[in-house]
Structures are given as structure tokens and as C-alpha cells.
């Protein structure tokens, strides 16, 4: 095998399960890889090389027992930090939790050991999963592999850039807001956030409960498809998962559903245009003139809510995250400051959670503190509830006309680092188009659309009704395969090489 | 501190002479179910401190709760007994505030949407124009966990000023609790205290009776606090209110809201005012001091819990439900004394001695009531007393006392050697019938045997034989004592009374 980080998940899987290439061999040339790109990239906070070569090791044995394999048996995959392993630290990308082991696993990760997938590490992450940049962390700011300048989308930017950096074939990241298909437009990836309830939050460390959601990256709609498979399923120790079997994407992703010929599209009228630039307008409109091509109907569909989605969800994620980010105190685990002997528990808690938590977390608690306080939460919180109703209202009537949605997952291509930093505003504005089916809570893609300004990656962005989530892997599938056509190979073919041989 | 002075009190009967007492009692149960609120941890009590803990209960990072259906089971069966409506919907919310004993820093609980609302509980009082029945309202019954515990330790006094250390057990962080709510309570005011004392009475064998606690308000599985305002007679809007907390007994009840009406009375008589406030009750003077004084009202930002789903009960599930809800212990009572024909007072002694259960049971083996209340108030409860252990839990069956008394009437045994029995069931030699075959315990009922005994002992104290001779019979229980002692109390002493007079008069 010549370079075994250039092989999609399935290639890799297929090779393993046949004996051309052990499991080690591949996590070690992944091990690799990581050690002569981390320094440029920063897309890890932790990786354990014994630990890593142990987990492909036990794959290797259960393929020479007679063991059966899964799919994705000896995949190497980077883990955003935001979920619970045995034998890692797990930070949050914050200082609070500095040093903190947890003492169990997420179901995530005991479905990834159950299907002999290869944790290589953790990935950097904006502080709690708050912010679009990953320059939000407590450990290091990540770079876009595309242009070392450039932010790689957030929260799940340590994720997005190591598959984009091929330190990784796959990676999971959580989608609150966007933080998974934001990250997976700017650097050139598939990205998928799954209907809200389909992959279990049990040892995801909650942002905002009613909005997490975990999901899958990688470099094709197939591998996406069948790490969604792994990662899915219903779980009894997370009362909001889904008890219903997961929607079959891994055939939807095999085109093994039909294409998109009859196929109706409605390209959302509000998440267009204005804001968006047009190197992103214009690789969206060769997307839907593509679609249109391959027989898909195309038509246009209003969504007023979607206009209030931003303030909404900035409303209901802070008030959720200061509920859920109040155990940070400084009692049981992590960090603990002020306790010198003379202070007492508030003021121990208080002093921890000054210095532990970053600016914009301490924002969106003090967002969130204030939006539920008696006298605000009606006008608030409240509110926020009605315009969620309200956006659910317009996804499902558009569902009853449309198969999918279809938007530019981003209003912009990557932005340099430190470009938004001091302006929150204008950071969280590069969610406007993945907010809203956060708040319905529906299946969306972000797909790779080609370069647009500064020869940057533009992602389109697919969306599904609730537990239809192979619309978006057929649709998703149709198009990676008629634009690769067009472009004569994957998207990621034009990334620059990155410099290696830096040790980490 | 703002806090009124509380050394001086208004005698309770001025206090209610002028003011109009409201209360609101609020029960904390702590339900018996196997395992936690939201996680699979085991919740009996006593366990090493932090042993029945998890990821869910401790609040660690990720972990998710998922809502225990036994104790939603439980939940509406208390709100069926109290005749509440079960709402087809309902939602946990959390209570956001700070503090070690809340792992999450929050406690899930019902918050506007409770499972059960809108039901009633009778009392009776006794006055002294005899007992009164009396109809309170219930707001509302809701589902919560209960906290984890903290120890101060290092002072002298056991609070937290003063403390050198603090130590937290989570064992009891996630137990379920349900929280009985009443409406407001306005009675005759003289009334007051003892309608809160029975109010807890009555609401606390419910509970016994429906098996979903075992309401020990000395183990904090049953806690009590009573919200007290009082008003000037007259007027109708309420006053300020104040609510005491740690009261940990029934009788405790009583006191605490006696004190607070006394107290109240003086400051609002000395023209000050009511502090809305935490207090804090004394067991050992009967007395209520002010807790943490807020700089303002804590805003516990309640929102809904969005980690669990709402709680949905089916209604043919509720239905079903209804049907295992046990007879009140109101009624229960009223029909068992009229069939045993008991005073109010012997129901009393019965009911405080926690042994209506099992003298219900003996009697439906077929023992006669007045025998088997003799046994379980006399003999049992006072080995109960000095062992310190409840009735219930000792050692011995209805089924044994049914054995015991019908060894009794057949003569077989005598009370001297039914305590002995009882002793020997207790202490684990087996059932009645083993015991008196190993300990030998069988009443002596050959004639033969009894009268030489009794010619022993006529023929010791002649003087004695004189007087029965004489006419005079209850000399003869000299002679009975002797010949009990002679046979080692294995004897009928009726029968022996009669042997002597039938001797000592020649037939």
C-alpha cells in the first residue's frame, strides 16, 4: 500500500478486512502523519500512541480469530474532546477541566470499540463547543489545512482539520448550531449533524441539551454514511434518543435509494443572497443548475421564521448552557482556585469559574443567567421557544411540498484567524444558515461545492425532514459524484501539500 | 441580621384572639424504590458514604438522567390516594442554584406542571367538644431528587459557621422524594397546631399504607415544612409568611407552628413586620430561629429540564393504578374499631404501639381481637421498647401469636409461658410449637401430678387450709402460688384454684 492516509474509510476497511493491510500498520501511518502535521495544523489536544496501536492491535486479533468485522473495522478516527474515554483526559477545550479523566465512556465511544474503529485522539475545540473558529480554546488555536492563515470552521475545527489534513479519515464532531457542518464546508469535508435524538449525548459534554447533536466527518458521502451507522441507534441511558431503527444511509449513500431524478428541491429563499459572498452565491447556483440537470425539481421555498433564528438560538443555548455548565465549580474534578484555607464554597466556586472559563463562555452563561431570571423569562426564553415553534412550523411545511432543503452552509469561506475574535456578532453569523435546522432539529449535510473566494472551499448545505436522514446522503451522493466528474477528482485533490517532517 | 428578636412570646391564646393563623404544610416522602430518580443507583439508607454513586448522580461531565418509572408509579399512587387528577403531561424543570450538595448545581424537579394537583386529605381533630373531621386541600404532589448530604465537622456546633471541613455523601443525591403540597390552611385558630400535627399523622400512614415510603421522619425519609403567616381577624389578603424547616417529627409539628403563631403575634402586635425567611426549628425547646437571611429572593431560574422527555402517563395505566390503591386509613380505622368494638383511646394505643397491621392480620387467622391486641401492645411491644426496633420488624408472625393464643385458650400453655414462647420465637428457636417442645414449656395438666403439689403445700402452711375452710377463698392464692412454683409456672392456675377448693372442701 503506498500511502495509506490517501484511502477513504472504506477502502481502508475493505483492505483490513482482506489482509492486504493490518490495522496497525494503518494506525501507525495515520500516528504518523498526525506527528509530522500537528505542529502546523494543531488539530489534536491529546493523541496516545500505545493507546491507539493497542486498539488496532485488538482489531487485528479479531480478524485472525475468524472474528466478524464491521464496516469499519481498523478506520483510525479523531475524537472531538467533547466526549467521555476511559484512559484520555477529556477538557472541553477548557482550562476548568484541566487534568480531568473521566471514568467512563460515551456510548460514541463504545459503539466506535464495538465496530473496531481506531480512536487516534482527541481534536481541539472551541471552549465548550461555543464558537465557529475553534480559536475559542483554552489549548491553541487550530488552522485550516488549506491555508495555515485561516480559522477551520468551529466548534468542531480539530475535527474538520484532520480529516481535511488526512491525519485522519474520519472524525466526529458535535453540531449545536453548525459546529459540524460549518467546519466541514470551510475545509473542504463532508459534514453531517444527524436528526437531533439519533446518535446518543450520553458523555457528550452538554452545550445546550435540546440542540447537541454528534455526528460524522469525512472526506465522502459513503463514509460519512457509514460512520453515521456506527455512531446511530437508539440508547436508554439518553431519554432523548430515538427509539426507532436509523434510517438506512449507507445505502442511500450507495445510490442504492435511486438518484435525484424526480427528486423535489426547494432552494430556501432566506438563506441566500444577501451576506452570502458570491464566490459562495456562485458555487451554490452551479449546485442547483447541477441538480436541475439530473432531473431534480427544483423550486423555491419561503421560510420567514428562519429570519429569527440567530437571536432565538442565542437565547436558548445560553440558557441551557448556564444550567448545564453550572457543575464547573471547582468541588469534584478539574480545576479548583482561590482555596486557600481562608475562603469559603461560593467564593472558591466564583474564583474557579473566573479563572477557568474563557471570555465567550462567560458570555453565553451570563446571556443565558440573564434570559432566565424571573421578570426575563418570558420575554426571553420564552419568546425564543415561540420563534423554535415557528421555524418547526416552516420546515414541515416546506417537507410537505420538498424531499430536501438546500442552502450555502456558510456565508463565507474560512476568514483568518483573529479576524472575528472581538466581534461575537459577527462570529456567530457564520452559523445564519445552519441555525435553523438546529432548532427544527431535522438531518442536514454540508457538502463540498467547489472554491470560491480565495480559491477557499464553499460547502453546500442538504436538509431533510426529521428521521429522513437518508434524503440528504441520496441527494448528498448524487451530487459529490456528478461534481467530482466535473472536477476530475475529489475536491480535497487541490488542497496544498502541507509541509511535513516537524515533529510534534 | 434583620431578624426580630424571638425570647418574647405572645401567650398562644392572645395570639389567637387577635390573629387568624394560615399555613401551608409541605411534605418531603422519600420514596422506597430500589434504585435512584434518574440512574440505577441503589438507594437503601446507611451505606458507606459515596458507595451508591454514578456518573448520573454525580453529575459528571456528558451524563444524562433518565426518569425512574417505579417512581412515577409512586408519584401518581400518592396523588390518587389524595384525590388528585393525574395530569396526562407533565415536565421536569431544573432549579438552577449553587451549592456542594447538588452535584449539577441544579435539582431536577416538577416545578409548574406537576403530575398530580388539585386533591384532598381528611383529618380528625380531637377538641373539646370531641373529635372534628375536617376536609384540607391539596395543591399538588411533584416528582424531584433529593440532594446529597453534608457534614460540617471541626466546630462546635455541627453548622457551617464555625466548621473547619465540610464532607459530602451523594448516597443520597437522586433519591426519589415526592413533595405534598397543601392549599392554604385556614381553620379555627386554636385549631391550627394540631390540625398540622394531624395532617402530617394521617398523610403519613397514606404513605405506610400505600407502600411507597417508609415516611421515618426520624431518617429524613419524611420531612416536613410548615409555612406560617398570620393575619389580623378580619382581613383577607395573607400576610408575610415564614417557613420552618428541620422539623423531624410529628409532634415536632405541633410545636413548631405553635411557635411561629406566638411569635409572629409580637412583632406584628409591636407594630414590626414578618421577614420572609427560612427558620430553622429546635427540637429541644420547641423554639424557631432564622436561617440565612437573603439580600434578596433567590431566583432559582427554573426552565425545563430539555435532557428528559415529558412524563406521559397512559391512562389506562393511571386506571390501573387506581385499582391497587389500598382503603384509607381513615376509613380503615372507623370500620376496625366499630368491628372491634375499641374506645378512641385503645385505637390510639394500638395505632401508636404501629401494630394495627399485624393485630388485623392475627384476627383474620382467627384470633379473637382482644387476645391479639393483648399480645402485640403487651409483651411484644415492650420487648420492641427496650430493644428500640418497631414491632413490624421484630422476629415473630401473626401466624406465631395466632399459635401462641390458641395454645392459650386450649390450656396449653398459660401467659407466663406464652411470654417465654414469644421469647424463644424471638430469639430465633422457631415457631411456637418448637419452642414449647424444646423448652419443655407444656402446662402440667395431670391432675395427679397438681394435687400432690397441692397436698405439699396445704400440708406447709395449715393455717392457710384453715381459712379456705373457713370460707375464706382468696386465702387459697397463697396455696396456688406455692404449687406454680413447685411446677415451675407450668400449671393452669385455674385449675389449680379449683383442685384446692374441690381438696380443701373434702370432694
Same mark, same amino acid.
Given at each position: 500500500?503506498?500511502?495509506?492516509?490517501?484511502?477513504?474509510?472504506?477502502?481502508?476497511?475493505?483492505?483490513?478486512?482482506?489482509?492486504?493491510?493490518?490495522?496497525?500498520?494503518? !494506525?501507525?501511518? *495515520?500516528?504518523?502523519?498526525?506527528?509530522?502535521?500537528?505542529?502546523?495544523?494543531?488539530?489534536?489536544?491529546?493523541?496516545?500512541?500505545?493507546?491507539?496501536? =493497542?486498539?488496532?492491535?485488538?482489531?487485528?486479533?479479531?480478524? =485472525?480469530?475468524?472474528?466478524?468485522?464491521?464496516?469499519?473495522?481498523?478506520?483510525?478516527? =479523531?475524537?472531538?474532546?467533547?466526549?467521555?474515554?476511559?484512559?484520555?483526559?477529556?477538557?472541553?477545550?477548557?482550562?476548568?477541566?484541566?487534568?480531568?479523566?473521566?471514568?467512563?465512556?460515551?456510548?460514541?465511544?463504545?459503539?466506535?470499540?464495538?465496530?473496531?474503529?481506531?480512536?487516534?485522539?482527541?481534536?481541539?475545540?472551541?471552549?465548550?463547543?461555543?464558537?465557529?473558529?475553534?480559536? #475559542?480554546? &483554552?489549548?491553541?488555536?487550530? *488552522? #485550516?489545512?488549506?491555508?495555515?492563515? @485561516?480559522?477551520?470552521?468551529?466548534?468542531?475545527?480539530?475535527?474538520?482539520? &484532520?480529516?481535511?489534513?488526512? /491525519?485522519?479519515?474520519?472524525?466526529?464532531?458535535?453540531?449545536?448550531?453548525?459546529?459540524?457542518?460549518?467546519?466541514?464546508?470551510?475545509?473542504?469535508?463532508?459534514?453531517?449533524?444527524?436528526?437531533?435524538?439519533?446518535?446518543?449525548?450520553?458523555?457528550?459534554? !452538554?452545550?445546550?441539551?435540546?440542540?447537541?447533536?454528534?455526528?460524522?466527518?469525512?472526506?465522502?458521502?459513503?463514509?460519512?454514511?457509514?460512520? *453515521?451507522?456506527?455512531?446511530?441507534? *437508539?440508547?436508554?441511558?439518553?431519554?432523548?434518543?430515538?427509539?426507532?431503527?436509523?434510517?438506512?444511509?449507507?445505502?442511500?449513500?450507495?445510490?442504492?435509494?435511486?438518484?435525484?431524478?424526480?427528486?423535489?428541491?426547494?432552494?430556501?429563499?432566506?438563506?441566500?443572497?444577501?451576506?452570502?459572498?458570491?464566490?459562495?452565491?456562485?458555487?451554490?447556483?452551479?449546485?442547483?443548475?447541477?441538480?436541475?440537470?439530473?432531473?431534480?425539481?427544483?423550486?423555491?421555498?419561503?421560510?420567514?421564521?428562519?429570519?429569527? =433564528?440567530?437571536?432565538?438560538?442565542?437565547?436558548?443555548?445560553?440558557?441551557?448552557?448556564?444550567?448545564?455548565? &453550572?457543575?464547573?465549580?471547582?468541588?469534584?474534578?478539574?480545576?479548583?482556585?482561590?482555596?486557600?484555607?481562608? #475562603?469559603?464554597?461560593?467564593?472558591?466556586?466564583?474564583?474557579?469559574? &473566573?479563572?477557568?472559563?474563557?471570555?465567550?463562555?462567560?458570555?453565553?452563561?451570563?446571556?443565558?443567567?440573564?434570559?432566565?431570571?424571573?421578570?426575563?423569562?418570558?420575554?426571553?426564553?420564552?419568546? !425564543?421557544?415561540?420563534?423554535?415553534?415557528?421555524?418547526?412550523?416552516?420546515?414541515?411545511?416546506?417537507? @410537505?411540498?420538498?424531499?430536501?432543503?438546500?442552502?450555502?452552509?456558510?456565508?463565507?469561506?474560512?476568514?483568518?484567524?483573529?479576524?472575528?475574535?472581538?466581534?461575537?456578532?459577527?462570529?456567530?453569523?457564520?452559523?445564519?444558515?445552519?441555525?435553523?435546522?438546529?432548532?427544527?432539529?431535522?438531518?442536514?449535510?454540508?457538502?463540498?461545492?467547489?472554491?470560491?473566494?480565495?480559491?477557499?472551499?464553499?460547502?453546500?448545505?442538504?436538509?431533510?425532514?426529521? /428521521?429522513?436522514?437518508?434524503?440528504?446522503?441520496?441527494?448528498?451522493?448524487?451530487?459529490?459524484?456528478?461534481?467530482?466528474?466535473?472536477?476530475?477528482?475529489?475536491?480535497?485533490?487541490?488542497?496544498?501539500?502541507?509541509?511535513?517532517?516537524?515533529?510534534? | 441580621?434583620?431578624?426580630?428578636?424571638?425570647?418574647?412570646?405572645?401567650? %398562644?391564646?392572645?395570639?389567637?384572639?387577635?390573629?387568624?393563623?394560615?399555613?401551608?404544610?409541605?411534605?418531603?416522602?422519600?420514596?422506597?424504590?430500589?434504585?435512584?430518580?434518574?440512574?440505577?443507583?441503589?438507594?437503601? %439508607?446507611?451505606?458507606?458514604?459515596?458507595?451508591?454513586?454514578?456518573?448520573?448522580?454525580?453529575?459528571?461531565?456528558?451524563?444524562?438522567?433518565?426518569?425512574?418509572?417505579?417512581?412515577?408509579?409512586?408519584?401518581?399512587?400518592?396523588?390518587?390516594?389524595?384525590?388528585? $387528577?393525574?395530569?396526562?403531561?407533565?415536565?421536569?424543570?431544573?432549579?438552577?442554584?449553587?451549592?456542594?450538595?447538588?452535584?449539577?448545581? %441544579?435539582?431536577?424537579?416538577?416545578?409548574?406542571?406537576?403530575?398530580?394537583?388539585?386533591?384532598?386529605?381528611?383529618?380528625?381533630?380531637?377538641?373539646?367538644?370531641?373529635?372534628?373531621?375536617?376536609?384540607?386541600?391539596?395543591?399538588?404532589?411533584?416528582?424531584?431528587?433529593?440532594?446529597?448530604? +453534608?457534614?460540617?465537622?471541626?466546630?462546635?456546633?455541627?453548622?457551617?459557621?464555625?466548621?473547619?471541613?465540610?464532607?459530602?455523601?451523594?448516597?443520597?443525591?437522586?433519591?426519589?422524594?415526592?413533595?405534598?403540597?397543601?392549599?392554604?390552611?385556614?381553620?379555627?385558630?386554636?385549631?391550627?397546631?394540631?390540625?398540622?400535627?394531624?395532617?402530617?399523622?394521617?398523610?403519613?400512614?397514606?404513605?405506610?399504607?400505600?407502600?411507597?415510603?417508609?415516611?421515618?421522619?426520624?431518617?429524613?425519609?419524611?420531612?416536613?415544612?410548615?409555612?406560617?403567616?398570620?393575619?389580623?381577624?378580619?382581613?383577607?389578603?395573607?400576610?408575610?409568611?415564614?417557613?420552618?424547616?428541620?422539623?423531624?417529627?410529628?409532634?415536632?409539628?405541633?410545636?413548631?407552628?405553635?411557635?411561629?403563631?406566638?411569635?409572629?403575634?409580637?412583632?406584628?402586635?409591636?407594630?414590626?413586620?414578618?421577614?420572609?425567611?427560612?427558620?430553622?426549628?429546635?427540637?429541644?425547646?420547641?423554639?424557631?430561629?432564622?436561617?440565612?437571611?437573603?439580600?434578596?429572593?433567590?431566583?432559582?431560574?427554573?426552565?425545563?429540564?430539555?435532557?428528559?422527555?415529558?412524563?406521559?402517563?397512559?391512562?389506562?395505566?393511571?386506571?390501573?393504578?387506581?385499582?391497587?390503591?389500598?382503603? $384509607?386509613?381513615?376509613?380503615?380505622?372507623?370500620?376496625?374499631?366499630?368491628?372491634?368494638?375499641?374506645?378512641?383511646?385503645?385505637?390510639? $394505643?394500638?395505632?401508636?404501639?404501629?401494630?394495627?397491621?399485624?393485630?388485623?392480620?392475627?384476627?383474620?387467622?382467627?384470633?379473637?381481637?382482644?387476645?391479639?391486641?393483648?399480645?402485640?401492645?403487651?409483651?411484644?411491644?415492650?420487648?420492641?421498647?427496650?430493644?428500640?426496633?418497631?414491632?413490624?420488624?421484630?422476629?415473630?408472625?401473626?401466624?406465631?401469636?395466632?399459635? +401462641?393464643?390458641?395454645?392459650?385458650?386450649?390450656?396449653?400453655?398459660?401467659?407466663?409461658?406464652?411470654?417465654?414462647?414469644?421469647?424463644?420465637?424471638?430469639?430465633?428457636?422457631?415457631?411456637?410449637?418448637?419452642?414449647?417442645?424444646?423448652?419443655?414449656?407444656?402446662?402440667?395438666?395431670?391432675?395427679?401430678?397438681?394435687?400432690?403439689?397441692?397436698?405439699?403445700?396445704?400440708?406447709?402452711?395449715?393455717?392457710?387450709?384453715?381459712? +379456705?375452710?373457713?370460707?375464706?377463698?382468696?386465702?387459697?392464692?397463697?396455696?396456688?402460688?406455692?404449687?406454680?412454683?413447685?411446677?415451675?409456672?407450668?400449671?393452669?392456675?385455674?385449675?389449680?384454684?379449683?383442685?384446692?377448693?374441690?381438696?380443701?372442701?373434702?370432694?
Amino acid at each position: 500500500m503506498s500511502d495509506l492516509t490517501r484511502l477513504d474509510a472504506s477502502e481502508t476497511a475493505a483492505a483490513v478486512a482482506a489482509g492486504e493491510v493490518t490495522a496497525r500498520e494503518v !494506525a501507525g501511518a *495515520h500516528l504518523d502523519r498526525i506527528e509530522q502535521t500537528d505542529e502546523a495544523v494543531h488539530a489534536f489536544v491529546h493523541v496516545d500512541r500505545e493507546l491507539t496501536l =493497542a486498539a488496532a492491535d485488538a482489531v487485528d486479533a479479531a480478524r =485472525a480469530s475468524g472474528g466478524p468485522l464491521g464496516p469499519l473495522a481498523g478506520v483510525p478516527l =479523531a475524537l472531538k474532546d467533547v466526549f467521555t474515554m476511559r484512559g484520555a483526559p477529556t477538557t472541553c477545550g477548557s482550562k476548568i477541566l484541566d487534568g480531568w479523566r473521566p471514568p467512563y465512556d460515551a456510548t460514541v465511544v463504545e459503539r466506535l470499540r464495538d465496530a473496531g474503529v481506531v480512536v487516534l485522539g482527541k481534536t481541539n475545540m472551541d471552549e465548550f463547543a461555543m464558537g465557529s473558529s475553534t480559536e #475559542n480554546s &483554552a489549548y491553541g488555536v487550530t *488552522h #485550516n489545512p488549506w491555508n495555515l492563515e @485561516r480559522i477551520p470552521g468551529g466548534s468542531s475545527g480539530g475535527s474538520s482539520a &484532520a480529516v481535511a489534513a488526512r /491525519q485522519a479519515p474520519l472524525a466526529i464532531g458535535t453540531d449545536t448550531g453548525g459546529s459540524i457542518r460549518q467546519p466541514a464546508a470551510v475545509t473542504g469535508i463532508v459534514g453531517v449533524k444527524p436528526t437531533y435524538g439519533a446518535v446518543s449525548r450520553y458523555g457528550l459534554v !452538554a452545550f445546550s441539551s435540546s440542540l447537541d447533536q454528534g455526528g460524522p466527518f469525512a472526506r465522502s458521502v459513503l463514509d460519512a454514511a457509514l460512520l *453515521h451507522e456506527v455512531m446511530a441507534g *437508539h440508547d436508554p441511558r439518553d431519554a432523548t434518543s430515538i427509539d426507532a431503527p436509523v434510517p438506512p444511509v449507507a445505502a442511500a449513500a450507495r445510490g442504492e435509494l435511486g438518484g435525484v431524478d424526480g427528486l423535489k428541491v426547494g432552494v430556501v429563499t432566506q438563506l441566500q443572497g444577501e451576506g452570502y459572498q458570491p464566490g459562495v452565491q456562485a458555487r451554490f447556483d452551479e449546485v442547483v443548475q447541477l441538480l436541475t440537470s439530473l432531473g431534480a425539481d427544483v423550486v423555491e421555498v419561503s421560510c420567514p421564521s428562519f429570519d429569527y =433564528a440567530l437571536p432565538a438560538y442565542y437565547l436558548i443555548a445560553p440558557s441551557e448552557c448556564s444550567s448545564n455548565l &453550572a457543575r464547573f465549580d471547582g468541588m469534584r474534578y478539574g480545576l479548583r482556585a482561590g482555596d486557600d484555607g481562608k #475562603n469559603g464554597v461560593e467564593q472558591v466556586m466564583a474564583i474557579t469559574r &473566573a479563572e477557568g472559563f474563557g471570555p465567550e463562555v462567560k458570555r453565553r452563561i451570563m446571556l443565558g443567567t440573564y434570559a432566565l431570571s424571573a421578570g426575563y423569562y418570558d420575554a426571553y426564553y420564552g419568546q !425564543a421557544q415561540k420563534v423554535r415553534t415557528l421555524i418547526r412550523r416552516d420546515f414541515e411545511a416546506a417537507y @410537505r411540498d420538498v424531499d430536501v432543503l438546500l442552502s450555502p452552509t456558510t456565508p463565507t469561506v474560512a476568514f483568518p484567524i483573529g479576524e472575528r475574535a472581538d466581534d461575537p456578532v459577527a462570529m456567530y453569523k457564520a452559523d445564519l444558515a445552519t441555525l435553523p435546522s438546529s432548532l427544527y432539529g431535522g438531518p442536514a449535510m454540508s457538502l463540498p461545492a467547489g472554491l470560491g473566494d480565495d480559491d477557499l472551499p464553499v460547502g453546500v448545505q442538504l436538509m431533510a425532514a426529521v /428521521q429522513r436522514d437518508e434524503q440528504v446522503y441520496r441527494v448528498g451522493a448524487a451530487l459529490e459524484s456528478a461534481l467530482q466528474e466535473r472536477w476530475g477528482g475529489p475536491l480535497l485533490d487541490r488542497i496544498p501539500e502541507l509541509a511535513t517532517g516537524g515533529a510534534a | 441580621m434583620t431578624t426580630p428578636s424571638s425570647d418574647v412570646l405572645m401567650s %398562644f391564646e392572645d395570639a389567637i384572639a387577635t390573629f387568624d393563623p394560615v399555613m401551608g404544610l409541605e411534605v418531603h416522602v422519600e420514596l422506597n424504590t430500589l434504585t435512584k430518580m434518574f440512574c440505577g443507583c441503589p438507594t437503601e %439508607f446507611g451505606a458507606a458514604p459515596n458507595t451508591q454513586v454514578c456518573p448520573v448522580c454525580l453529575g459528571l461531565p456528558g451524563a444524562l438522567p433518565v426518569v425512574n418509572q417505579k417512581a412515577v408509579e409512586s408519584a401518581i399512587r400518592i396523588g390518587l390516594a389524595l384525590g388528585c $387528577s393525574i395530569a396526562p403531561w407533565s415536565r421536569f424543570a431544573r432549579k438552577n442554584y449553587f451549592y456542594p450538595d447538588m452535584p449539577k448545581d %441544579f435539582q431536577t424537579s416538577q416545578y409548574d406542571e406537576p403530575i398530580a394537583f388539585n386533591g384532598a386529605l381528611d383529618i380528625v381533630v380531637e377538641t373539646d367538644d370531641g373529635p372534628q373531621s375536617i376536609t384540607l386541600g391539596i395543591e399538588r404532589a411533584h416528582m424531584e431528587e433529593d440532594t446529597g448530604k +453534608i457534614s460540617h465537622l471541626g466546630g462546635a456546633t455541627g453548622r457551617i459557621h464555625g466548621a473547619d471541613y465540610s464532607l459530602i455523601d451523594y448516597n443520597r443525591a437522586g433519591v426519589p422524594l415526592i413533595e405534598i403540597v397543601t392549599k392554604p390552611i385556614e381553620v379555627e385558630p386554636a385549631l391550627a397546631p394540631a390540625v398540622a400535627r394531624a395532617y402530617v399523622t394521617e398523610l403519613r400512614e397514606l404513605i405506610v399504607a400505600l407502600g411507597v415510603s417508609d415516611a421515618h421522619m426520624h431518617q429524613g425519609s419524611m420531612r416536613v415544612d410548615a409555612n406560617l403567616s398570620l393575619k389580623p381577624r378580619g382581613r383577607a389578603e395573607f400576610g408575610t409568611r415564614t417557613e420552618t424547616k428541620n422539623v423531624n417529627s410529628i409532634r415536632s409539628v405541633e410545636r413548631a407552628v405553635r411557635f411561629e403563631i406566638q411569635r409572629q403575634a409580637v412583632v406584628l402586635s409591636s407594630g414590626g413586620t414578618i421577614v420572609q425567611e427560612t427558620r430553622h426549628f429546635h427540637e429541644n425547646d420547641g423554639s424557631t430561629t432564622s436561617g440565612r437571611v437573603k439580600e434578596e429572593a433567590e431566583d432559582y431560574r427554573y426552565f425545563p429540564e430539555p435532557d428528559l422527555t415529558p412524563v406521559a402517563p397512559d391512562e389506562a395505566w393511571v386506571e390501573s393504578l387506581r385499582a391497587t390503591l389500598p382503603e $384509607s386509613p381513615l376509613l380503615r380505622r372507623a370500620r376496625i374499631r366499630e368491628e372491634w368494638g375499641l374506645s378512641e383511646h385503645e385505637m390510639q $394505643s394500638l395505632i401508636n404501639a404501629g401494630a394495627l397491621d399485624l393485630v388485623e392480620q392475627t384476627v383474620a387467622l382467627g384470633a379473637d381481637p382482644a387476645d391479639a391486641r393483648k399480645w402485640w401492645t403487651g409483651e411484644i411491644a415492650r420487648i420492641s421498647n427496650e430493644r428500640g426496633l418497631d414491632v413490624a420488624v421484630l422476629p415473630i408472625t401473626p401466624a406465631d401469636v395466632h399459635r +401462641i393464643i390458641v395454645l392459650t385458650s386450649d390450656g396449653a400453655l398459660n401467659d407466663k409461658l406464652a411470654r417465654q414462647v414469644i421469647e424463644g420465637v424471638l430469639a430465633g428457636e422457631g415457631g411456637p410449637d418448637e419452642v414449647v417442645a424444646s423448652r419443655g414449656l407444656a402446662v402440667v395438666s395431670d391432675d395427679g401430678a397438681l394435687l400432690e403439689a397441692i397436698d405439699a403445700a396445704l400440708a406447709a402452711q395449715p393455717d392457710v387450709a384453715d381459712k +379456705i375452710r373457713d370460707g375464706k377463698v382468696q386465702a387459697a392464692g397463697a396455696i396456688v402460688g406455692a404449687v406454680m412454683k413447685a411446677t415451675a409456672g407450668k400449671a393452669d392456675a385455674a385449675r389449680v384454684r379449683e383442685l384446692i377448693l374441690r381438696r380443701v372442701s373434702g370432694a
